[in-house]
């Protein structure tokens, strides 16, 4: 049984550029929460999707934005960059209001 | 003030030692509670939920106050594999939807 998936591991940007980030839920989940987690803090909740639409959101801009597909996978997409914005970006996929579990996370460096 | 509050630590201590974090959330209507370990470069991951009559798996217990909004992690004899930074995990389930709220952490560094 696969748990959750995210792709790429590592990323490397320069300020003012665009990112995607994937992930693919445990099998049989159909809700993504994305995490923000800056270092030496505990991670942030950016937003959470369900039947493709965001269903609730936390206290991040409008840079940040996601999108979830039929399969329940489900992307987050950062746009102009900031240097602040270097973190472990982590998905958490659940099944109705079930225990969240993480992916191994993307790591992002904006330069 | 943060929603949920921990210990600063490094916690250093040495093997077979008995070691307590402490942490406090602010939101009183919140519905469920855990500790996530994290190791270095690594996803959180579930150690425990907490529920208010205490709760213990092995050599781990914790404990929900929440007329004080207090929740404990006791770990006993310790190892040094349970070196790792101990994430406390609030959920107000807001709209009904899950939506965790993560302390800083407190770093454990179990010495031989």
């Known amino acids: 049984d696969a748990g959750v998936t995210q792709s790429p591991t590592h990323l490397i940007k320069t300020r003012g550029q665009q990112v995607t980030l994937r992930c693919s839920p445990k099998?049989?989940?159909?809700?993504v929460s994305w995490y923000q987690q800056a270092l030496g803090q505990g991670p942030q909740f950016i937003f959470q999707?369900?039947?493709?639409?965001?269903?609730q959101r936390g206290n991040f801009p409008d840079r940040f934005s996601g999108h979830q597909f039929p399969n329940y996978s489900s992307e987050l997409n950062v746009n102009a960059l900031l240097l602040g914005d270097s973190a472990l970006y982590l998905c958490a996929s659940e099944q109705g209001g079930s225990d969240q579990y993480f992916g191994p996370g993307t790591r992002l460096l904006v330069l | 003030r943060k929603e949920v509050e921990q210990d600063p630590g490094p916690f250093n201590v040495p093997e077979g030692a008995t070691v307590a974090f402490n942490c406090t959330y602010s939101n009183s209507a919140s519905q469920s509670f855990f500790w996530y370990r994290q190791d270095c470069r690594k996803e959180p991951k579930l150690l425990m939920s907490v529920y208010s009559s205490g709760n213990e798996d092995g050599r781990f217990t914790a404990q929900l106050n929440r007329a004080s909004q207090y929740i404990s992690l006791l770990i006993r004899d310790s190892k040094l594999s349970d070196s790792a930074t101990y994430l406390c995990?609030?959920?107000?389930?807001?709209?009904?939807?899950?939506?965790?709220?993560f302390g800083a952490g407190t770093r454990l560094a179990v010495h031989p």
């Open positions: 995990v609030v959920n107000p389930f807001s709209g009904g939807y899950n939506k965790l709220i």
């Open positions: 099998s049989g989940h159909d809700t």
């Open positions: 999707y369900y039947e493709e639409e965001e269903r």
